[in-house]
């Protein structure tokens, strides 16, 4: 809020003098260069929350297997009592 403020001030200014000229360049790059670094973190986030999505659907996806091994397991062993019997 306050960058803006100073680049408002600044376009109001003449920009004459040739630092006045530079300060004013330095400020809209380092706006832009601010930006970028926002539009990275929000890209990171996002590859980050779909990592996790990622994650719990593997980790859902092991404990179905699991159960229908351990399901598929009882069933083999009660098939083989029953034959016994």
């Known amino acids: 809020m306050?960058?803006?403020?100073?680049?408002?001030?600044?376009?109001?200014a003449d920009y004459t003098h040739?630092?006045?000229q530079l300060a004013y360049k330095e400020l809209v790059e380092r706006d832009q260069k601010?930006?970028?670094y926002l539009k990275d973190i929000a890209d990171c986030q996002k590859h980050i929350?779909?990592?996790?999505?990622?994650?719990k659907e593997y980790l859902a996806n092991l404990e179905l297997q699991e159960k229908t091994r351990k399901?598929?397991?009882?069933?083999?062993?009660?098939?083989?009592e029953i034959k016994e019997w």
């Open 18 to 20: 040739p630092l006045q």
């Open 34 to 36: 601010r930006q970028e």
């Open 2 to 12: 306050e960058l803006n403020l100073i680049i408002e001030e600044m376009i109001a």
């Open 49 to 55: 929350n779909d990592l996790e999505k990622e994650k």
């Open 71 to 80: 399901e598929k397991e009882i069933t083999e062993i009660l098939t083989k």
